[in-house]
């Protein structure tokens, strides 16, 4: 009898132990896959994307590079090592707020000091929300030789989304020139000024297709059967619905994006969820992301035009093409149709109207502070600095420090850049955004906003009069480590003492990049409560090139220890451990 219970005792402890055991595995294998590992080397390639081949900056062999896909709450670690031979490389992570994690921002000359050749680092951050983000290169103008990608974070397991669909898909937008990089900075940074011009091809997910029977053209360089720039093409199948995760990163180019014969509802926008409403055409901006629903619901026989157009520029650049395949119909297959001409280049009205109907979602409402602890108002300007062509705020073009400004402030480098603040306002009374400048000369500065922690702020965004007359541009502003309140949009001057008064605190709308159309101003608010550097510009290449950006530091005592293997430029090189 006591045998009998002594061999029960021990069987049951041996189950208890396997119990146990795959307990720790099941827990082990949990929080592995909560960690997203990616290895990728970043190197120049020939590439035809529009059928015109040239150096390329692709990631494992890509460009776009892979899509990251995770989950709310992952842990993303991303190896990148830089094979470009003779260029230094960041990796920003678009829309990803990096809370805890600033010096991952991949923002060269703000968080970090650049990879070097041959180098390789390690970006690792916590994807804390669900939405469609960005990733790109954050040194010099390599965005636009293609380095560049999508993020997908999907949320937690058993939590639902305010919409439905049968599948997911993800584009990217991009505008293609085929000078190099290297040629555009040149010209930007020369006397006398060479404009990079309008681009040669748009490409919808890096599928494009340049005119290669030019006199001018090489034939040796542009082949128009080469497969790398057979069009894009996404198949659907007939009668199920479809969420497209669209995003822009251009170089130059505002977009409106369309399907030949379809309705789009907009449902997500930078991460937030939308109130839904229908567009023929998506007006999208360079560093925005929008989720549309789709409904594959006409004739299945044939075959629709996916097509992009550049508005907000006089261009000449051809619309870029796609095809929308309905299964089983060949995917290569044309339509039977003239694509889709698009909205006028120059009607700045629809592109308005879309930007105030995007309202959060009201079952996803967060409201924001109802008064702000500062206001600055950031007059956009094209200048001249000493002869030489820059974008301004408020008169100030900026120019990045050698010391990283996280590095400098964390240890006390204050002399690494200015200390002058830069400017809260402009002469709003006297300057008239309509015309050009009687003075249109500028100063440079690397000086930064020192921002209360914790405090709420007011940003407007003021548009005017380049130096060309009856010309005002579109520029979108993405600032980073943050998500902030689209309080208002409105046309001509800002007045302080009446624009607030219609700012929307009912259902706006939270977005990390945002337009500030021609003539026009917009109006965001934020909390600085994420502790760190942040920038904050045009997300137009040439003009954060030319100097039109700022930056923010907020709580730079809560930021823990930094880690070396941002270090090794500038003033940082006496902390840089290899």
């Not at 497969?227 to 198949?235: E, H, K, L, R």
Request: hydrophobic share 35%; glycine share 6%.
């Amino acid at each position: 009898m006591v045998e009998h219970d002594f061999h029960q005792q021990t069987q049951s402890l041996v189950k208890l132990v396997v119990l146990v055991c795959l307990l720790f595995l099941s827990a082990s294998i949990s929080v592995e896959a909560r960690i997203r590992h990616y290895q990728w080397e970043v190197k120049y390639e020939y590439k035809s994307p529009d059928c015109f081949k040239k150096p390329s900056i692709s990631i494992n062999g890509k460009t776009p590079g892979p899509t990251i896909v995770a989950q709310q709450g992952d842990t993303v670690v991303v190896e990148v090592k830089n094979s470009l031979l003779t260029e230094n490389l960041a990796i920003h992570w678009h829309g990803i707020r990096q809370i805890g994690t600033p010096w991952a921002d991949g923002t060269e000359g703000v968080t970090q000091c650049p990879i070097v050749p041959g180098d390789t680092f390690i970006y690792k951050f916590v994807v804390d929300r669900a939405g469609t983000y960005l990733y790109h290169a954050h040194y010099g103008m390599q965005r636009q030789a293609g380095l560049q990608g999508m993020m997908r974070v999907s949320l937690p397991d058993g939590v639902l989304e305010p919409f439905s669909y049968d599948h997911d898909r993800s584009i990217l937008l991009t505008d293609w020139y085929h000078k190099s990089t290297y040629e555009q900075a040149t010209g930007l940074a020369s006397l006398p000024f060479s404009w990079v011009g309008e681009p040669q091809s748009i490409l919808i997910h890096g599928r494009g297709r340049f005119n290669c029977s030019i006199p001018t053209i090489d034939p040796t360089l542009c082949n128009a059967t080469n497969p790398q720039c057979t069009p894009y093409s996404m198949t659907v199948v007939p009668g199920k619905t479809y969420r497209l995760r669209i995003g822009s990163l251009t170089a130059l180019s505002a977009l409106s994006f369309e399907i030949e014969g379809h309705n789009m509802t907009v449902v997500e926008a930078d991460g937030h969820y939308v109130e839904p409403f229908v567009v023929k055409n998506l007006f999208i901006y360079s560093g925005e992301t929008y989720s549309v629903l789709i409904k594959a619901d006409q004739d299945p026989t044939r075959n629709y035009w996916a097509s992009t157009k550049v508005v907000s520029r006089n261009n000449t650049t051809p619309n870029g093409l796609g095809i929308f395949n309905y299964y089983p119909n060949h995917p290569r297959r044309y339509p039977p149709t003239v694509p889709p001409s698009g909205p006028r280049w120059d009607d700045v009205a629809p592109r308005m109207a879309q930007s105030v109907a995007i309202k959060s979602h009201r079952d996803f409402i967060h409201a924001p502070p109802l008064t702000s602890d500062r206001v600055i108002v950031m007059l956009n300007t094209q200048n001249r600095v000493n002869g030489y062509v820059r974008w301004s705020v408020n008169n100030v073009s900026f120019n990045m420090p050698h010391t990283p400004y996280l590095i400098a402030l964390k240890h006390n480098l204050l002399h690494a850049f200015e200390q002058t603040p830069p400017p809260d306002n402009y002469d709003q009374k006297n300057y008239d955004i309509f015309n050009i400048a009687p003075n249109v000369n500028a100063t440079t500065s690397n000086s930064i906003y020192r921002l209360k922690f914790n405090t709420t702020v007011d940003i407007i965004l003021q548009n005017a009069n380049t130096m060309n007359l009856n010309n005002s541009e579109t520029h979108p502003w993405h600032l980073h480590g943050h998500d902030f309140w689209v309080m208002g949009y409105g046309n001509g001057k800002f007045n302080q003492s009446i624009d607030p008064k219609n700012y929307n605190f009912v259902n706006p709308i939270m977005k990390n990049t945002i337009p500030v159309h021609p003539y026009g101003w917009t109006a965001l608010r934020f909390r600085a409560d994420n502790p760190g550097v942040w920038a904050f510009h045009c997300h137009i290449e040439s003009h954060f090139f030319m100097g039109m950006g700022v930056v923010f530091e907020e709580g730079i005592e809560k930021v823990g220890k930094l880690p070396t293997s941002i270090m090794g430029c500038g003033e940082s090189k006496r902390f840089h451990r290899p």
